[in-house]
């Protein structure tokens, strides 16, 4: 441990004053702020990693700011890594799609720590990124599997309507000739499955 003393001149008279009696350096350390941080966005989730000292990876603790880039600082959310890990990740959900974010992040000393003790180191140098938006191709995938699993169902309900609409006009079709009642029905049959497909497309 140190005695930190101030020693000053006032009006012709020595001064002194101790502000620490037994100061100990590992319970006032300032880390340095992290490096290297680099981000990778998707559309469903941002990962961003950075590199510290190797002797103070296990020992530190980390948060993380991020902004719209067109936002100030003020304005950032606040996430806390839940580990001592060098990494954090940022749902999708919380950002904007077609948006460019800014992050980053400062440490310091764990309170779960005994030996060492510390305030936040400054803020890193800033990371830009922008969640990926949903690939074309995938919606027309599921446009198309969407399609597939409701024409089943709907071509059905037709042939049921079909046979219903049949069994209530028996009357009139016991008038008319057997030749020109099947035509007439499946004419009447392929018209609503080609609506049916028209309005899936």
């Known amino acids: 441990g140190y005695r930190v003393s101030l020693h000053g001149n ?23 702020p992290p490096l290297n941080i680099q981000s990778n966005a998707t559309a469903s989730k941002c990962q961003i990693w950075w590199s510290v000292p190797w002797c103070l990876d296990e020992i530190l603790q980390y948060e993380l700011q991020y902004k719209e880039h067109s936002m100030s600082w003020e304005t950032a959310l606040n996430k806390t890594a839940p ?49 990926a938006g949903v690939p074309k191709l995938t919606e027309k995938i599921l446009t198309a599997r969407t399609t597939q699993f409701l024409f089943i169902p709907l071509s059905f309900g037709t042939l049921l309507y079909l046979c219903w609409n049949c069994k209530l006009s028996s009357r009139a079709r016991q008038k008319a000739s057997p030749a020109l009642i099947f035509p007439h029905q499946l004419l009447s049959f392929s018209h609503s499955i080609i609506c049916t497909m028209g309005i899936l497309r």
């Open 10 to 32: 006032f009006f012709g008279h020595n001064h002194t004053y101790i502000p620490f009696p037994e100061y100990s350096p590992r319970r006032h350390i300032k880390p340095d």
């Open 83 to 131: 580990s001592s890990q060098p990494q954090l990740e940022i749902e999708g959900t919380e950002l904007r799609a077609g948006v460019a974010y800014m992050a980053r992040v400062r440490c310091k000393v764990s309170e779960h720590e005994d030996s060492y003790h510390s305030q936040w180191s400054e803020w890193s140098q800033a990371t830009v990124f922008q969640k």
